[in-house]
């Protein structure tokens, strides 16, 4: 079975692909190859590889500066999204899309669940959103995940931040007001090849089990990491970014359970793997 991933060489599509590459035949692309706001060389490149699935990893996910780039947010997370899915439909192939949990306000005390109403807090969260509208408007049968707080090789996140502040600073602030699920982006690997195989379409949630704040997981990094780096609790209103978080944003991820028979790992196991790997 042949993918075609887009948006390949940004954080998620360097951890999963290895993984894929063992099941299926994978071609890798990124925007040098197909910009996914351009319909006609999406047009050429599916006619020419004929793939039986597009994954969907293309994105434009700076947080804070999609508040200063509405347009180009608009273009690649709502736009692009819709042109992939339009061009999926019209050569009848399947599709995988990703999306987020800023999507939701974070004003639950419960894990969401994939049907709860989204209420996006950002234009990143706004403009993902309507991707995901896009999609399931353009194309009869996508396959959506959502997932959240990734982390792994190469591409920046959280971790690789942080590490960096620490050694220039010796000491880090992290805000301890948003709970979420830290996700290790290779263990998405298995549930989405498993999705794929069983042909499976809808939304799915899908993070590593447990959750925390960002200043716990800081701790648990330095730990991991045996980095004596101090770690001061903050407020987000304090740190006063430009886009707005979800204050609690964890998932329900009992459907992917379900539908797969996999549970992710609890995030400190995955952690502390990804750690050990940097040591
Ligand atoms: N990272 C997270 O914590 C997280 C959490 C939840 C959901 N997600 C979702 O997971 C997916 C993958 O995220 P990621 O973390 O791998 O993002 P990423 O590291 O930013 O990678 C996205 C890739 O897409 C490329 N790209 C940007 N505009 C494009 C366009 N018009 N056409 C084709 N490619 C384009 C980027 O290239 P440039 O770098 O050159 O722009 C980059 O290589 C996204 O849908 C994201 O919203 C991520």
Redesign the pocket.
């Known amino acids: 079975m042949k993918l075609l991933v887009?948006?390949s060489?940004?954080?998620?599509?360097t951890n999963i692909i290895p993984v894929l590459k063992r099941y299926f035949d994978v071609i890798s692309l990124?925007?040098e190859e197909?910009?996914?706001?351009d319909e006609k060389s999406g047009q050429k490149i599916l006619q020419h590889f004929k793939p039986h699935t597009v994954i969907n990893?293309?994105?434009?996910?700076d947080v804070d500066g999609c508040e200063d780039n509405q347009e180009r947010a608009t273009r690649?997370n709502s736009e692009?999204p819709g042109i992939v899915a339009g061009l999926c439909r019209k050569y009848a192939i399947s599709m995988v899309h990703?999306?987020?949990?800023y999507i939701f306000d974070g004003n639950t005390p419960f894990p969401y669940k994939e049907d709860d109403r989204p209420n996006p807090l950002s234009v990143y969260g706004m403009t993902?959103l309507q991707g995901e509208r896009n999609v399931l408007e353009k194309h009869p049968s996508p396959l959506i995940i959502r997932?959240?707080?990734?982390y792994g090789d190469g591409?920046e996140?959280f971790i690789s931040k942080l590490i960096r502040v620490a050694k220039e600073k010796g000491i880090v602030e992290v805000v301890n007001d948003q709970i979420g699920s830290p996700t290790y982006a290779k263990d998405l690997a298995e549930p989405l090849l498993i999705l794929i195989k069983k042909n499976k379409s809808g939304i799915y949630h899908i993070t590593n089990t447990g959750s925390c704040s960002w200043f716990e997981f800081a701790q648990r990094v330095f730990d991991y990491l045996h980095m004596n780096i101090p770690v001061r609790p903050i407020s987000s209103d304090r740190l006063n970014r430009k886009a707005k978080r979800p204050r609690y944003s964890v998932f329900d991820c009992s459907k992917v359970q379900q539908d797969t028979n996999v549970t992710l790992r609890l995030w400190q196991e995955a952690l502390k793997e990804y750690c050990n790997g940097l040591l």
């Open positions: 887009t948006g060489h940004g954080l998620l599509g990124d925007i197909w910009d996914i706001t990893l293309a994105a434009f996910t690649i692009g990703f999306s987020t949990d993902k997932t959240q707080w990734l591409g996140h």
